[in-house]
């Protein structure tokens, strides 16, 4: 188990990641369960993911009640997070963002799906929330539990939810894979909008996206987190590399 | 009310944060009505954004004459300016610009709407004027009290009026929040363009747009503002962070 | 008249924030006539415009023989400079490039035409020359006088040519001018595919092309001129900074 | 024939360039044949190419098993290069790359043809390798010489060969060569899916292509590599800047 000081530092390389790599601008927000506290999740109080530093990381409940130090005020939306590790134990981090090329996919009939092995763990089936379904008209912020609890439910077992209108929330086993599947989401929507523009598209099937996500694991995540972390000018501290279930023919 | 000197400082920033966001190129220019004297305003003499510095900043008259000192020409648009502000009492800033994504919905019957909620506040209703319309075949600048007053009438209440084959101009009522609308203005029409290519397209509805723009304040504007600031090397200078009316459900 | 020296500093710079803007990357180059002997030009060796330095500025005679110092092979391509300067008299100052949002144009049957203001003087008749049409299957370089020559009849009167399968020539007055058109014709192209897709364009009308190019003048290439330089940290050397014919209705 | 240590340096430069112009990202790798025993090759230890030094080339005999020291994990797709290697003896160097632009064109039945002269070498006949028709549902990954080999022989006697839902592999004569036409592949492909949206494409003839494949040597070349290497902070080593058969009508 990776120890809290440890998760605090990673979750903000997470956040700076997350800007580099346009996932996140000024706003979205990367969050961790707890290490110790299952019913506590890790999140920076309200500030752009860039400039997030270790003293803004708060610790919330899963109802988003601050717990210890308050470095300033928390995110409006901190309750996306506290419904999803509320409802999926096996959730352990997670991404809300507003990555600029999966927006258009969430005002659109075209489905995002994966065409692209680094981006198959996004699954072949990604439900689009729609807060004005249940809430009617709003500024389409998730500001309350029962708006959180709400998009949980529509999230289900997914690895990523679409929201219309305002973006997606991404979740993951861990920091580096949340960051992964969100990095190579953005990019997968980037390459699906040209493919469509030239004609029908071959997606990965769901058994080649089965296989991709088995064997994802350290040897693919600490591949991308290294690089990024050199990007960022924030410290590697290096992982496990193993590789996933059937990644390769030939290597263990 | 926000002091002579620290607007100046803001308009100098706002200027650098709208080129490295790509709102303004070489050309393009944001202004303030001026804090003490409401019939005048502030704006740098003609120079690229990235390049205004403080002793650029300039004072006019509501008509573009120059009051005090003169460390250049002066922008021969200046005129955008002046008319909106005669008319708007309640506009205290402005953005001109050629934002590259905006201008192809100025040549084109394709409307620019808002299609996430960052940027709703662009308005579901965003004229477009036609200098020609009026003045016939010139080289498309507001170059006098006359053009510009003819925009202005364009403009009418609205927050933002593209110009035909020349760019749009944005105005609110803070530079914070001018900066904020033209930088979301620009890539809601990336995503738009997008999104238009992949079928139709689920627009804001018009109590959407108006819940979001209701509350949208110090605490939004403050989170981009700390992060361009940044960007751009610019000393950051909080303010309020008050949340809008009806912003969150559960925070104040 | 501008100085030798100066103007060889001129087209270092021209080279450099050529490739900053993406106008050209290691191919493509830009000369400039002789400000004292009118049949000779002035072009780098063969080296990648980022890196072309003052040493690198060699002097030829019209058909593209060296004169004085070799510092290295000169461009293969120089013929295109040759021609032009050989053809047309008011011809100062020229770009070869491959503009990566232009090329496409020489491609297909959509012609390219400015719907910007600042992109007006590329003109609303732009040719394509196509070197096959009178030298078969090559590699497409102009290599020879002939072709040059070829290239300068299709060129003709106007300020740019397309070439296909290749990229362009843009010419003008002097060295700023011809930067300024260059830039601004890549971003044109940028938006005008953009807007193309969105349904039916309106094009600047020819009588606003005129005016715009009329107005073009010292005031306008001043602006972005000192704005690139600081860009790719060359030093700005100010020029006059007069406003074209008709360029504001109310400064002179 | 080039020194061992000066190809290893050569090919860690190669890896900083691919990343840097966006060829790779995290993944992707690029390879040389040994220069002295041709049953060899060198490829960096599993690392994001963009951090790839000198200490990280491996040696692996063409069945992908490693020689002399281990610094870390190898690639686990190590076998695209072996199998090309002992396919193809004319090959020197080869790219395996995720280029962005390039990927769409893996997923759908458009063809990826180049359609500007420095793209030319890639080929008019570009074949798309489906790992799924031999080997059915898997990560996508060519994790062992069987697949590698099935690969090699859809290459056939080509320049690049497409993976389906993956990238593609790009061979060469050279470090040089191959990092030269993954740039331009790129490039190509850019600039073909904005063509493409834009109505019927005028691709390079064959005729064009051999002509231009002949003539691209040294003097092409050396062009790109200094100026990569200047934008990565590497060593340029000039080497030699022949001209290749047909390339000039007039210089040798």
């Not at 390389?13 to 299952?38: C, I, M, Y």
């Not at 004609?199 to 996500?213: F, H, M, Q, R």
Request: charged fraction near 25%.
């Amino acid at each position: 188990m990776i120890a809290l000081q440890e998760l605090t530092e990673e979750l903000v390389t997470a956040n700076h990641v997350l800007a580099h790599e346009r996932v996140v601008d000024s706003f979205g927000h990367v969050s961790a369960r707890h290490p110790e506290k299952p019913d506590r999740y890790l999140l920076s109080r309200a500030r752009a993911p860039q400039l997030a530093e270790i003293g803004d990381i708060m610790e919330f409940t899963l109802d988003g009640k601050v717990v210890g130090a308050e470095p300033g005020k928390p995110y409006s939306e901190r309750f996306i997070h506290g419904a999803i590790y509320e409802a999926r134990p096996d959730v352990m981090a997670a991404v809300h963002n507003h990555s600029p090329n999966v927006v258009p996919f969430t005002v659109t009939k075209q489905k995002m799906r994966p065409i692209m092995h680094m981006c198959g763990p996004i699954g072949s089936e990604i439900p689009n929330w729609d807060i004005r379904n249940k809430f009617g008209d709003t500024n389409l912020l998730v500001t309350s539990m029962e708006m959180g609890r709400d998009f949980a439910k529509t999230l289900g077992p997914h690895t990523v939810a679409l929201m219309r209108g305002h973006g997606s929330t991404v979740v993951g086993r861990s920091v580096r894979e949340v960051v992964f599947t969100s990095v190579y989401m953005e990019l997968n929507a980037e390459m699906l909008i040209k493919a469509l523009a030239m004609g029908e598209v071959t997606y990965l099937s769901d058994g080649e996206i089965a296989a991709i996500t088995k064997g994802r694991a350290g040897f693919t995540f600490e591949r991308g987190w290294e690089n990024w972390c050199h990007r960022v000018g924030r410290p590697f501290i290096p992982r496990d590399k193993t590789m996933g279930e059937g990644f390769s023919k030939t290597d263990t």
